[in-house]
């Protein structure tokens, strides 16, 4: 159980266009998302906290209107990278937060290794 | 401010042997979680083993276990008879009491050697 899923898991895009990412919770109702911005043989860094009917809570330093977060349902968050530039290639990790009596966990996404040119 | 460090970017391990990845952290929270997952080169976060701060023994998970220490603000993780894929990044994250904020440390790359 406790699945999560993303797509796509790897996406190359020319400079300037906008790709989406999808997160989904497979098999249980997650209230709160995250979003991870990985950099080649970096720790992961917590770009944003979703939470299902609210607005998303941003980490300092990252532009709110450069990654858009939307969590519109239970299962699904989606990340939108607008107008990307090379310096946004990375690779990008979603989480939920476990579902209830799982509540220490977060179950990570596959990832998705964005390639802007 | 919660932080995790882990002092070793790299670690090589004979197979069959055993490996002790470091780990400390800081907080004033008095409730927290301490994580340890395994990252191979696929990108993928696999969960490891968990321990909570007020649990009073450390936890186990097949050949992982991990080597609390409260006092000393640690939580090494220690791998039992290595095998060769067990060679990837392993990090060491830490959540705080309401599991909104969830901080990781830089990895240890860790390489099995045959």
């Known amino acids: 159980g406790a699945v999560v899923s993303q797509h796509p898991s790897r996406v190359i895009c020319k400079s300037g266009t906008s790709v989406k990412i999808e997160c989904r919770s497979l098999?249980?109702?997650?209230?709160?998302m995250f979003w991870y911005r990985q950099f080649p043989k970096k720790s992961l860094m917590l770009m944003a906290t979703?939470?299902?009917?609210?607005?998303?809570?941003?980490e300092q330093g990252v532009e709110k209107d450069k990654f858009l977060i939307n969590h519109a349902s239970l299962t699904l968050s989606t990340l939108t990278v607008t107008s990307a530039h090379p310096e946004d290639s990375s690779f990008y990790i979603c989480?939920?937060?476990?579902?209830?009596?799982?509540?220490?966990?977060?179950?990570f996404g596959p990832g998705t290794r964005l390639t802007v040119l | 401010a919660q932080k995790i460090t882990q002092t070793q970017p790299g670690m090589f391990v004979q197979e069959k042997e055993a490996v002790t990845l470091d780990c400390t952290y800081d907080?004033?929270?008095?409730?927290?979680?301490l994580f340890w997952y395994k990252q191979p080169s696929s990108g993928e976060m696999i969960f490891l083993i968990y321990q909570g701060s007020y649990d009073q023994q450390n936890a186990t998970e097949g050949r992982y276990s991990l080597n609390f220490q409260k006092a000393r603000k640690s939580a090494n993780l220690v791998i039992s008879a290595s095998q060769l894929g067990d060679s990837a990044m392993y990090f060491c994250?830490?959540?705080?009491?309401?599991?909104?904020?969830?901080?990781f440390g830089p990895g240890t790359r860790l390489s099995v050697l045959p």
């Open positions: 989480s939920a937060r476990g579902p209830e009596g799982t509540y220490n966990e977060q179950f």
């Open positions: 098999d249980f109702q997650a209230t709160t």
């Open positions: 979703s939470n299902e009917g609210s607005k998303a809570t941003y």
């Open positions: 907080t004033s929270d008095p409730s927290y979680g």
């Open positions: 994250a830490m959540r705080d009491n309401y599991g909104q904020n969830f901080v």
